[in-house]
Every structure is written in structure tokens, then in C-alpha cells.
Nanobody, 128 residues
Framework: QVTLVESGGGSVAAGGSLRLSCVGS???????MGWFRQAPGKEREGVAA??????????SASAKGRFTISISQDNAKKTVYLEMNSLKPGDTAMYYC????????????????????WGQGTQVTVSS
């Protein structure tokens, strides 16, 4: 059974930083990992994705330049991180880790339908 467990969320003032982590288990290999977020009353949106093979990264327009996705360098590559800097109140949301069994155009576009497995989420709250 594939399990993804996020951690690292919390409350921070605007301009601050947080580092989210996601540990995967129950599988040998995932082609890509990603981070999504969902604010109250809004649809879930893709934030960042990383191809585990090459390390290629993809970001939403709102994340580019402020957020960095990375993956553990051990052979398992089952921990994915999201470093978030210069946080804004608009970044307040539940953040979800996701895993994709196959690399696809939907992964590159950080679309939900490109990912097969999901974590339970970790809350990020940014105050002004």
C-alpha cells in the first residue's frame, strides 16, 4: 500500500520560510513527485513537480522563484521537499504531496490527473 506522509507545515509571518517534507513508502519507484495546495473555498492547484529520474523540476507561476522542490539523494528517493521562501498570505492552504507512477504531460503541467497517490496534507498559514 502506497503511503505519503507530509510534515513541516505551520504558521509563519509574511516574508518567512517553511520547508515541507513528504516521506513515501509501500513502493519501489515513482516516476514523479509533486506538491499541490488547496485554499478554503478554492480548487486544488499544482505547485511544483519533480521527475525522479533526471531531477527536472516544474513550477506554477505563483511558485516560480520562491519555492524549490527537491528529492532525497539516496537510492530510494522517497522523500520529497518543498522549500518555500518569501511566503505571502495568499500561500495559506493545505499542502498535499502526490506521486505519479508514470511521467506524463499532466505531470509537467502539475495537473491532478497526472498523479496517482496522495498524502493527507499539511496546513500552511501565512499571516500578514
Amino acid at each position: 500500500q502506497v503511503t505519503l506522509v507530509e510534515s513541516g507545515g505551520g504558521s509563519v509571518a509574511a516574508g518567512g520560510s517553511l520547508r515541507l517534507s513528504c516521506v513515501g513508502s509501500g513502493y519501489n519507484y515513482m516516476s514523479a513527485m509533486g506538491w499541490f495546495r488547496q485554499a478554503p473555498g478554492k480548487e486544488r492547484e499544482g505547485v511544483a513537480a519533480i521527475y525522479t529520474g533526471s531531477g527536472s523540476t516544474y513550477y506554477s507561476a505563483s511558485a516560480k522563484g520562491r519555492f524549490t522542490i527537491s528529492i532525497s539523494q539516496d537510492n530510494a528517493k522517497k522523500t520529497v521537499y518543498l522549500e518555500m521562501n518569501s511566503l505571502k498570505p495568499g500561500d495559506t492552504a493545505m499542502y498535499y504531496c502526490a506521486a505519479a507512477a508514470r511521467f506524463s504531460a499532466e505531470v509537467v503541467s502539475i495537473r491532478e490527473d497526472g498523479f496517482n497517490y496522495w498524502g493527507q496534507g499539511t496546513q500552511v498559514t501565512v499571516s500578514s
